[in-house]
């Protein structure tokens, strides 16, 4: 089992790129979610799938869109992408019972100059 | 709204010290509480947990009791080593989502 994996490990973009950042579990689980790790700030979630299908908005969505392709895979995508989403983006799953243990991705580092 | 508030960081301490990271939340309903630990380049692992009050959630010599009537979940252990050297997240899962808030974490550094 891999786990969460997500692609890329690090990415540098201009002001006004867009990208798309991968996630894919293999663990069967039904939910998936978007976090974005600022120092001094914990986590906060972006988007998360509580199932195939279905997306809803977190914290701090704007500016993010995102597509649950199918049950395994989650992605994030940024449109035009500004200063201040340079961040660490974390997925991750879990079945999707309440309250049941999320697992994480490695992260992918991303710089917007 | 939900909120968890934990100590800032960074802790230095020497090996074989005794650790404590406190960690208090605000939330209604019942949650499950969790801690999670980040080593330096990797995501998030989860480290322990507990889902009601009084349990206490233990793992790597680590633990933490649930707290209600102090709303707290401490992280406590006895001799740390360098190898615990890490950020540290308290989060809380809320009742009738099942999303994650966590607090802002603390870094811990243990010399030998």
């Known amino acids: 089992n891999a786990g969460v994996t997500q692609t890329p490990k690090f990415q540098v973009l201009k002001t006004g790129q867009s990208m798309t950042l991968q996630c894919a579990q293999d663990m069967n689980h039904n939910s998936m979610y978007w976090y974005r790790q600022d120092p001094g700030m914990g986590l906060r979630l972006i988007y998360y799938?509580?199932?195939?299908?279905?997306?809803d908005k977190g914290e701090v969505p704007n500016g993010y869109n995102v597509s649950r392709l199918n049950k395994r895979e989650f992605s994030l995508r940024l449109e035009s992408a500004a200063p201040s989403q340079t961040s660490v983006y974390f997925c991750?799953?879990?079945?999707?019972?309440?309250?049941?243990?999320?697992?994480f991705g490695p992260g992918t580092r991303l710089l917007v100059l | 709204g939900n909120s968890v508030t934990q100590m800032e960081g960074p802790v230095t301490l020497s090996e074989e010290a005794f650790l404590t990271i406190n960690c208090t939340y605000t939330a209604t309903g019942y949650p499950s509480l969790f801690w999670y630990v980040q080593y330096p380049g990797e995501g998030l692992q989860l480290l322990l947990k507990a889902t009601k009050a009084d349990d206490k959630g233990s793992n790597k010599g680590f633990e933490a009791t649930y707290r209600k009537e102090t709303t707290s979940f401490h992280l406590e252990k006895g001799s740390v080593q360098v190898s615990d050297s890490a950020v540290y997240f308290c989060?809380?899962?809320?009742?009738?989502?099942?999303?994650?808030?966590f607090g802002q974490g603390t870094t811990l550094q243990v010399k030998p």
């Open positions: 799938s509580a199932s195939e299908g279905t997306t």
């Open positions: 991750a799953s879990n079945k999707g019972q309440n309250q049941e243990t999320q697992y």
């Open positions: 989060a809380l899962s809320d009742y009738n989502t099942g999303k994650l808030i």
